[in-house]
């Protein structure tokens, strides 16, 4: 078996590992014939050993290298655009067009861009300079992140190329990347793009690297290791969970995005004036992607009525019709088969869903399940698994007072979307409903779903637990998302000489945003 | 027995326990005469419900509520000074002058008035405003916040009136203030001046509350319960841990502030050049409140030579002839003695410390300490253990390379020091040390002792692990500390009456800074 090498202290070295695998293309599910390695913890080490190395070496450079790294860097995909989407097509059955050429590799480069942007600028690192006391701080790079990307935004979110991986060197530090198994290929490709860009912009070895696989036990030995600052996971609950408490234990961030079902609440008034184009918003926003989005509205609140059922039919109507996508994987129609019967097991009602599954891909059919309030308030935990993929539950509630309840027995989500009526009918109910859901996600919508995460310096794509764990970080988003690779770095009486340029008394671009004795400002430091 | 009623629900109620307790007198060992109530779990959890109702009528109120109330705090404590600095030395044995009087109570006044300004200028939210996508987000209150207060400052960091509360109501949070063990009579003369506040400023019952004393296993409980937004902890290690497994394992945020040894490295050109004026300030600062400070300077570490040993010698007769101070209970006592006990087992050797403790008062001998850096970097983590008080641990190394090994081998810490020549001699030293140590603790300073933590919007009081949970949050300091107890709220596409006043496109205050379209500015969002 011939394995694919690994990127490990600035060289394409053979893993030290025996054991490998293969991704599956969804489409056929056969396997692909390419193999990569399952590193084993020596060489999981020798990559932390390498990562501190580099760090100690670019601790204090300028935000302006690694600006040169990142834009060198979105040069080079651009010149494997077509084979990447290719191969990101094979490995995950996301169609070339109009997804992953004309969205999520633009959205791809767009971050990384942004992310050189703000690296260059510097304002992300809020400088306050405290000229009564002599005291000064800003945030400052944290040391190595280890990033572990998702399945589902082979590009976008890639643990190599991706939102956290753009952040963590954005804000100077080395990383770590853990590809997901299920598209090694298209994770390699970026490394191979990447690991070009970092030595023509002479970046230190150790400074980007790529593992693909590990076991459960070493990944939650690397996120707790001394030399490792702080980690960003996105993927399945439970292994996050598994890191979360590997990290928690020895104090060291980890930013985790588990689950989120998204609700989104109907109110009377919105539903009497256009659920026909309720219908096909919510049921374009719910298949597309084949629900595999983090923002996917997996749960439909509505008020009891003939506009409901009438909302309900259509909806069903629309799933039965639609064609069935192809899904990530065989693991994700499994967990997605799953999370159905165990929300048929609390009592959800197939509305549509019973069609068999084409057994030469990975899929699933497009299912609607529906309960009742009474029934979602007496078992809220059972009822807000998490069925990713193509699924929505429906619940049909009493009256406005029980979507309020259901409202307060939300976990944490990224999103809740409320519609209401253009006329003003639905306020009352608005402000029953608002101020609950407000208080349990991250990101709260108006008449609009719940996908499309624009990459906005105002996005929040975080939320309570589990959305995340943690409500004041977002992952998407820049400046705000390399916040959390970093550390509040305090100066006290330092002689002026020794410290980073951005809280010297004369501002080192004319340009960089700090808090001068209490007010924004772009001036120096008054002499 | 006749237990004084805790702070629930805006009433001052019997406590449903039969289970109380009492502080004791250091200065004389005597049992002060209070009883008060060890609160069982249906008392802690009524007081949940309280806040929990408190915060769904105050979460949209404007800062200038939670200011007015804070205004009104400091007045109604500003008529209780000397009763409350009183009692407090009687709990505390801290000298009534200069520290309760003239020093801690000053600024405990100072951050409530602090506070109220942060809450009623609102930039601490950091509002930001994205024109082209409709998205718009600022950091918005938590909800209900837990707040145990330390033993060492019965006033600056009190559960009910220092420095987590006042961030948490500034925030906009209610808070259950679960006070100190070793001082109950100073916290409650505190909730009664805050009671009266909250009663004249209209805030809701439930919005401030009080319990002395839970279970540990109920201290668990409450940080982990649904309602509870956010905790702060200051305090022991290990019930610390205790807290944060239990929050961690719900994804709650929680910050807590465990141990720190705030390491001072002496370059050798300092040494030369005002040993003398060293020799004082370190001692100075070492058995300032007889070392009761989580900024105390516990480990210094020397370049091997004579000027260490006559530095040496000139603290240890300082530290044998120095008045030896009364510590804020047997349990301070118990746990520095047995920490000093670890050290010299670790192979620590002592300079002085050797004579016996007055067993009428709370007290241990001043303390000196020391060892090789060979040994330290043998067994670092044992050298590392924090003995809290009036002692100190000296590292004598080979050289400025070893001293760098050691900064190198350090857990997280609150500060760092690093003396050095005025004359430049020592400047390739710093910057082998600097660095590494830089990355180790919240503060790093320059030609000064780390106790003396000024209330700076620039100070970070925190660290990485085990200083604190985080290294991105600061428990001193406004407008920063306020951060702490807030989640990251976004609005995309919500209708603009529905939006909280500062992210509206006229500026509510017009000094608020927002972020519009990427530039800080206090402008209306353009028409």
């Known amino acids: 078996m011939s394995l694919h090498p690994v990127l490990i202290d600035g060289q394409w070295r053979t893993s030290s590992s025996t054991s490998g695998f293969q991704a599956m293309n969804p489409q056929t599910r056969q396997w692909l014939p390419d193999q990569f390695?399952?590193?084993?913890?020596?060489?999981?080490?020798?990559?932390?050993?390498?990562?501190?190395?580099?760090?100690?070496?670019?601790?204090?450079?300028?935000?302006?290298r690694f600006a040169e790294f990142l834009e060198a860097y979105a040069l080079e995909i651009e010149q494997r655009i077509d084979t990447i989407v290719a191969t990101a097509n094979s490995?995950?059955?996301l169609p070339v067009e109009p997804r992953l050429k004309g969205g999520e590799m633009v959205r791809t480069l767009n971050q990384i861009r942004q992310g050189a942007a703000a690296a260059r600028d510097g304002s992300w690192k809020q400088p306050v300079i405290d000229t009564a006391t002599?005291?000064?701080?800003?945030?400052?790079?944290i040391g190595p992140v280890v990033v572990f990307g998702p399945n589902n935004f082979p590009l976008a979110f890639n643990s190599i190329a991706g939102g956290d991986f753009v952040a963590a060197i954005a804000a100077g530090n080395p990383v770590i990347a853990k590809g997901h198994s299920s598209h090694p290929h298209t994770t390699m490709l970026f490394a191979q793009a990447a690991h070009v860009a970092a030595t023509a912009t002479n970046l230190p070895p150790g400074f980007i690297q790529l593992i693909y696989r590990t076991s459960h036990s070493d990944g939650a030995r690397l996120v707790s290791h001394p030399h490792v600052g702080a980690t960003g996971y996105t993927g399945s609950r439970k292994a996050g969970l598994a890191l979360k408490e590997a990290s928690d234990r020895v104090g060291k961030p980890i930013y985790v995005e588990l689950s989120s079902i998204n609700p989104v609440f109907f109110l009377p008034g919105a539903l009497e004036e256009r659920a026909s184009a309720l219908v096909d918003e919510f049921v374009g926003s719910c298949l597309m992607g084949v629900g595999q989005f983090c923002t996917n509205p997996g749960l439909v609140v509505l008020p009891r009525g003939e506009a409901t059922e009438s909302f309900i039919s259509a909806v069903g109507e629309k799933f039965a019709a639609a064609p069935v996508g192809t899904l990530l994987g065989d693991g994700v129609a499994t967990g997605l088969k799953q999370a159905i019967t165990k929300l048929q097991e609390a009592?959800?009602?197939?509305?549509?869903?019973?069609?068999?599954?084409?057994?030469?891909?990975?899929?699933?059919?497009?299912?609607?399940?529906?309960?009742?309030?009474?029934?979602?308030l007496n078992r809220p935990d059972a009822f807000q698994e998490e069925a990713f993929g193509n699924c929505s539950m429906i619940v049909v509630a009493d009256d406005v007072r029980e979507m309020r309840l259901i409202a307060e027995s939300l976990e944490g989500n990224l999103t809740g979307s409320i519609y209401s009526a253009t006329s003003g009918a639905d306020d009352a109910s608005y402000d029953l409903i608002a101020p609950a859901l407000r208080q349990r996600v991250g990101r709260l919508l108006?008449?609009?779903?719940?996908?499309g995460v624009a990459v906005s310096p105002a996005m929040n794509h975080g939320g309570p637990f589990p959305a995340t764990g943690h409500p004041?970080?977002?992952?998407?988003?820049?400046?705000?998302?390399?916040?959390?690779?970093?550390?509040?770095?305090?100066?006290?009486?330092?002689?002026?000489?020794?410290?980073?340029?951005?809280?010297?008394?004369?501002?080192?671009?004319?340009?960089?945003?700090?808090?001068?004795?209490?007010?924004?400002?772009?001036?120096?430091?008054?002499?």
């Open 446 to 451: 108006n008449d609009k779903m719940p996908t």
């Open 91 to 93: 490995e995950t059955a």
């Open 347 to 376: 009592g959800a009602v197939l509305v549509t869903g019973d069609s068999a599954a084409d057994p030469n891909r990975c899929c699933a059919p497009n299912t609607l399940l529906r309960t009742t309030g009474a029934d979602f």
């Open 134 to 141: 002599g005291i000064r701080s800003m945030l400052g790079p």
């Open 472 to 527: 004041g970080f977002t992952a998407v988003g820049i400046p705000a998302s390399l916040r959390r690779f970093a550390m509040l770095q305090c100066y006290d009486n330092v002689r002026e000489h020794r410290l980073p340029a951005e809280l010297q008394n004369t501002n080192p671009t004319g340009t960089l945003w700090r808090t001068i004795s209490g007010q924004p400002t772009q001036s120096d430091v008054p002499a």
């Open 37 to 64: 390695p399952i590193s084993d913890w020596d060489e999981i080490e020798s990559a932390v050993s390498a990562a501190y190395k580099a760090f100690d070496i670019v601790r204090n450079w300028p935000g302006a």
